[in-house]
């Protein structure tokens, strides 16, 4: 069950969380914090993947919530979603682009959209993951997503594909803006060019009136033949590089002209294709102009965050075949994996290779304060931040939230590992029933 922290004191927005909460009582537990340290103590302690920040409510300080949810992105990241008092405020917020909100909603239109919006989280839950509690991923992963002619859809497909990317250290900082950015303007060009059929031109004489272009696009979709038409989102994530692709059901356009125009000096639109461009790799169309591809570099062996508690101590630099730790020693220090691979030797014997989506390197003899199981050595360049065991206790005394993080992270790590091995053990049995 996913718990939802919902900070308001808005009577309306409060019902209708009630009222559909409990048409899916069986998978979401809504949490209800009408004060601002309330909140935040919540999403602390219990690190909800969902968050509701009701910013019409006079008494809480939503922008406070969020702040400290943007601070330490390694531990708080994804699920926001934003309720402002106006499409003005609207407008300001997907300004900023900022990728853990994945929805942005005046009232009404939140109390008309929230059942749906539900929905659309369950059935893609598996994109929701806090970072660490993801199980690793080794293989190719694809898949397809298909949405209206709705903003609101966009922006929350897109999201899932740049939370799940920086959650599962594949991104960083600057990657998840480039992505969530590219996304924003090619499916908003697919969504306006594309399936509405607004031309470059009746887009600036809106704009220039002083409308909402949320608006146009709302007129437009009453056409039943517009209201039909789909966008396609498709992904692949592979191990080195993420591709993606986007087709809209429209007519197409002139996609040559705007890729090779660089001067909007004097537009008050049409930035995008330009922009993006030179955020992400590989930006294609196809003939028709209807559908657009791009990719993105994944990182390799290296931590895209640093915890905000850890980023005080000192990085080590490691070389090839250094020596991190010997089997037996005592262990007065944990590791946290900025960058490298790790060999873990047991009497010798190469068993595995640590990198830094495992996060850290000797958790489990630090916490039980045992000796080393294993000997770590550097397969090559690499940078460990070194926690020393009284510092390291000292600071989980002052943010005992990490402690209750790191404790689900390793609970998930041996159910994870159970599963394999019951896994590997049906696989044997079939084996030998053969």
């Known amino acids: 069950m996913k718990k939802i922290l919902i900070a308001s004191t808005n009577v309306g927005v409060i019902d209708i969380v009630k009222s559909v909460c409990n048409k899916f009582a069986l998978y979401f537990d809504p949490i209800f914090c009408p004060d601002t340290e309330e909140a935040l103590s919540f999403i602390d302690y219990e690190i909800p993947e969902i968050k509701i920040l009701d910013f019409t409510s006079s008494t809480i300080d939503s922008f406070r919530i969020l702040n400290a949810i943007d601070s330490d ?17 609207v407008q300001e917020f997907e300004s900023k682009k900022n990728p853990n909100i994945l929805a942005i909603q005046v009232i009404e239109a939140f109390k008309e959209n929230f059942e749906r919006l539900l929905k659309i989280l369950w059935n893609n839950q598996q994109f929701l993951f806090n970072r660490g509690m993801q199980e690793s991923i ?20 897109a999201s899932f594909l740049v939370n799940y990317l920086y959650c599962t ?12 950015t590219t996304f924003m303007e090619m499916l908003t060009n697919a969504l306006e060019h594309g399936n509405c059929n607004i031309s470059y031109e009746e887009k600036s004489k809106w704009l220039e009136k002083g409308g909402n272009i949320l608006d146009l696009i ?22 080195e590089k993420s591709t993606f692709t986007i087709t809209d059901e429209g007519d197409g356009f002139d996609w040559r002209s705007r890729v090779q125009n660089d001067d909007f000096t004097m537009e008050t639109h049409g930035r995008g294709i330009f922009m ?3 955020l992400v790799t590989g930006l294609t169309y196809n003939d028709k102009g209807n559908q657009v591809s791009f990719e993105i570099q994944n990182l390799m062996n290296v931590s895209n965050n640093v915890p905000l508690i850890m980023s005080t101590f000192a990085t080590v630099q490691y070389t090839k075949h250094q020596i991190v730790c010997r089997q ?14 790790y060999g873990v030797y047991v009497d010798g014997k190469l068993l595995s290779v640590l990198t830094p989506k495992d996060i850290f390197i000797g958790e489990m003899a630090f916490l039980l304060n045992d ?5 770590i050595m550097s397969a090559g360049q690499g940078q460990l931040i070194r926690i020393p065991k009284v510092s390291f206790l000292n600071l989980i005394r002052k943010n005992p939230h990490y402690g ?11 159910t994870n590992q159970n599963r394999k091995t019951i896994e590997l053990s049906n696989e044997i049995l079939e084996l030998k029933n053969k």
């Open 328 to 341: 037996n020693e005592p262990s007065n220090d944990l590791f946290f994996i900025v960058s490298g691979r």
């Open 73 to 89: 992105p390694w531990l708080h990241n994804g699920g926001i979603i934003a309720i402002v008092k106006d499409k003005k405020t």
């Open 371 to 375: 000796r080393r199981s294993a000997t």
């Open 138 to 157: 080794n293989g190719v992963e694809k898949g397809k997503f298909i949405c209206g002619n709705d903003p609101f859809d966009i922006r929350m497909y």
């Open 169 to 180: 250290n594949r991104i960083d900082e600057d990657g998840r803006y480039a992505l969530q």
């Open 218 to 239: 709302k007129e437009k979709s009453k056409d039943p033949v517009i209201g039909a038409k789909k966008i396609h989102i498709e992904y692949v994530i592979g191990k």
């Open 276 to 278: 993006s461009k030179n």
């Open 404 to 414: 209750i993080f790191l404790s689900k992270l390793l609970a998930q790590r041996v």
